[in-house]
């Protein structure tokens, strides 16, 4: 349960698509094709409980697929309904996580793990304004989650709360100290803020971590570039990206920089998530 700020989110370049708000309803992806497939394909039989405790080991769709059938079968089923949010967001469904979490908000107002899944799935869709309170009853009832509070951290930078969120990213840290999404996160609100040489320190100190992700080098790309390190900034977005991408976002920062309002341009691009 990963919360980030994502310099995907930032760099709006050809290789980099940010969803924008739409006035009719987006064709469903392969993925949700598919998934629809695999509910097709079931007989609706409720599951038991070692079948439940052993999907997490499946792939996401076939997780989904499972979730989706027992929310069918009772869509009083906080856990099944918590489950689904979760495997949805993560297969990039966010609108649909939302609507799960909170149709079954409706009827457990108070169930902790369908506010993360509600907060979550608001976040992920760069709603975080609205994912504030939810997060922060989490918190509450969990103050050693740092996943939690790291995703509240996420939530209150793209409400524009930086001192805010900062104060969670550092919270989170004193739980996990070396997790590298918590430094990245950190990080670019940093560079958000107009600080890209703090953000770089924090970043380099992320990618010391065998568990950081692509998405780490991805936003040491950005903060170097914005710096006007183009070369070293394209060698480390080659690492997990085509040329043709690398050298596309790499002109998107240039011309972003060229704007006497770019720190601002930037804050705008990242909150579209």
């Given at each position: 349960m990963r919360a980030c700020l994502s310099a995907s989110a930032i760099m709006m370049a050809a290789s980099v698509s940010l969803s924008a708000c739409a006035t009719t309803a987006a064709p469903p992806t392969a993925q949700e094709a598919a998934l629809t497939t695999q509910l097709e394909s079931r007989s609706l039989v409720p599951a038991t409980a070692e079948e439940r405790a052993a999907i997490g080991r499946q792939d996401l769709l076939t997780q989904a697929a499972f979730w989706a059938e027992a929310y069918e079968l009772n869509p009083a089923d906080r856990e099944a309904a918590a489950a689904?949010?979760?495997?949805?967001?993560?297969?990039?469904?966010?609108?649909?996580?939302?609507?799960?979490?909170?149709?079954?908000?409706?009827?457990?107002?108070?169930?902790?793990?369908?506010?993360?899944?509600?907060?979550?799935?608001?976040?992920?869709?760069?709603?975080?304004?609205?994912?504030?309170?939810?997060?922060?009853?989490?918190?509450?009832?969990?103050?050693?989650?740092?996943?939690?509070?790291?995703?509240?951290?996420?939530?209150?930078?793209?409400?524009?709360?930086?001192?805010?969120?900062?104060?969670?990213?550092?919270?989170?840290m004193t739980l996990a100290p070396q997790e590298p999404s918590i430094i990245s996160n950190l990080a670019l609100s940093y560079a958000l803020a107009g600080e890209p040489a703090e953000a770089e320190s924090l970043l380099r100190r992320a990618m010391d971590n065998d568990l950081a992700t692509p998405q780490v080098r991805q936003n040491l790309a950005l903060v170097l570039a914005l710096q006007g390190q183009f070369a070293e900034a394209e060698r480390v977005a080659l690492i997990d990206s085509t040329p043709e991408m690398a050298a596309a976002n790499m002109e998107y920062v240039r011309s972003m920089l060229s704007s006497p309002r770019r720190w601002d341009s930037l804050n705008a691009a990242s909150l579209r998530r």
């Open positions: 689904l949010s979760r495997v949805l967001r993560q297969l990039g469904s966010g609108p649909r996580a939302i609507e799960v979490a909170r149709q079954a908000l409706a009827l457990y107002p108070e169930d902790t793990d369908l506010q993360a899944a509600y907060g979550l799935a608001l976040t992920s869709e760069g709603r975080g304004q609205q994912g504030i309170e939810p997060l922060t009853r989490v918190t509450r009832s969990r103050p050693d989650d740092w996943r939690v509070i790291n995703a509240l951290g996420v939530a209150l930078e793209q409400a524009g709360r930086s001192t805010a969120a900062r104060a969670r990213f550092q919270e989170a």
